[in-house]
C-alpha cells in the first residue's frame, strides 16, 4: 500500500469529463488524518503508522484509548486504524495527512460499511428467483423455496441461501478512479458510488450533511442557449409546417 487515509462519505454529485459526459461522483470528506503512533521493523517487527480522524469527547473513549492519544499529545480522535505503507520513514508522531496525498487520475481501493437493510429476504438479499405466480402458485412466490431433502442428507448444505440481516457489513471497492481533489476543503471525488482506499467512513446515518457549493457543478445541457428567443406555440408551428413556411 503506497497511500492512505480515512475519511466519510459526504454525498453524492455528478460533473462534466472532458467528452461532455456525466459522471457520476461519491463526495469525501478525506482527512485531516494525524499520525498517532509510528511502528518500526526494528521494535515491533514491521513498518507502519496509525492514523487518527475525527475529533470526539473524551467522556466517549475509553481509559485506554485516552491514554495512548494522550502520550502523544494529538488530541481525541474519534478514529483510529493502522496502515502498513511501503514508506513509512517520511512521516513522524504528530504530522497531519490531508486530501492532497492523493492526485486526479489515480486508481484507489475504497474500504467502508455497508448501508444496512434490516431482515430482508432472499430475493432482495441474495437476488433468488420467484416462483410461478400463476396457476395457484399459492402466497410463497418470495420464498427461499426447497432446503434439500429430507432423510438424506437430512440437514441443510453449509452456504444455503436464505433470509436475515442484510448490510452493516466491511466492503471493498477496487480500482475507482480519482476525478476530483480539494485541498482546501479536504475533499476528495471518487468515480461512481464508493468509498476510499483505507478510508472508513462513518457507518451513522450522515443524512444531514450535504455536498458542499464549492464542489456542486451546473448541469446544464451542451451548448449555449439564447435567453431571449421566443418559443411559438406548437399549433402555429403545426400550421407554418402546412403552409410550407420554415
Not at 54 to 78: Q, R, W
Not at 97 to 115: H, M, N, P, Q, W
Not at 120 to 146: D, E, F, Q, Y
Amino acid at each position: 500500500m503506497k497511500k492512505a487515509i480515512i475519511g466519510r462519505k459526504v454525498g453524492m454529485t455528478q460533473i462534466f469529463d472532458e467528452a461532455g459526459k456525466v459522471v457520476p461522483v461519491t463526495v469525501i470528506e478525506a482527512g485531516p488524518c494525524v499520525v498517532v503512533q509510528k511502528k518500526t521493523a526494528d521494535k515491533e517487527g514491521y513498518d507502519s503508522v496509525q492514523l487518527g480522524y475525527g475529533e470526539v469527547a473524551a467522556k466517549k473513549l475509553t481509559k485506554p484509548e485516552k491514554g495512548h492519544l494522550e502520550k502523544v499529545g494529538v488530541g481525541m480522535m474519534k478514529h483510529l486504524h493502522e496502515f502498513r505503507l511501503e514508506d513509512c520513514s517520511s512521516l513522524n508522531v504528530g504530522d497531519v495527512l490531508k486530501a492532497d496525498v492523493f492526485k486526479e487520475g489515480e486508481r484507489v481501493d475504497v474500504t467502508g460499511i455497508s448501508k444496512g437493510h434490516g431482515y430482508a429476504g432472499v430475493v432482495k438479499r441474495w437476488n433468488a428467483g420467484r416462483t410461478p405466480t400463476s396457476h395457484g402458485g399459492g402466497p410463497v412466490h418470495r420464498h427461499a423455496g426447497s432446503m434439500g431433502s429430507s432423510t438424506d442428507p437430512s440437514r441443510i448444505f453449509p452456504g444455503k441461501i436464505g433470509a436475515g440481516h442484510m448490510g452493516v457489513e466491511q466492503v471493498t471497492v477496487q480500482n475507482l478512479d480519482v476525478v476530483k481533489v480539494d485541498p482546501e476543503l479536504n475533499m476528495i471525488g471518487g468515480r461512481g458510488a464508493g468509498h476510499h482506499r483505507g478510508a472508513r467512513r462513518d457507518p451513522r446515518p450522515q443524512g444531514r450533511h450535504r455536498v458542499p457549493e464549492e464542489l456542486r457543478q451546473e448541469v446544464r445541457p451542451q451548448g449555449p442557449r439564447d435567453p431571449d428567443r421566443q418559443h411559438e406555440p406548437a399549433e402555429a408551428f403545426g400550421q407554418r409546417l402546412k403552409k410550407g413556411e420554415s
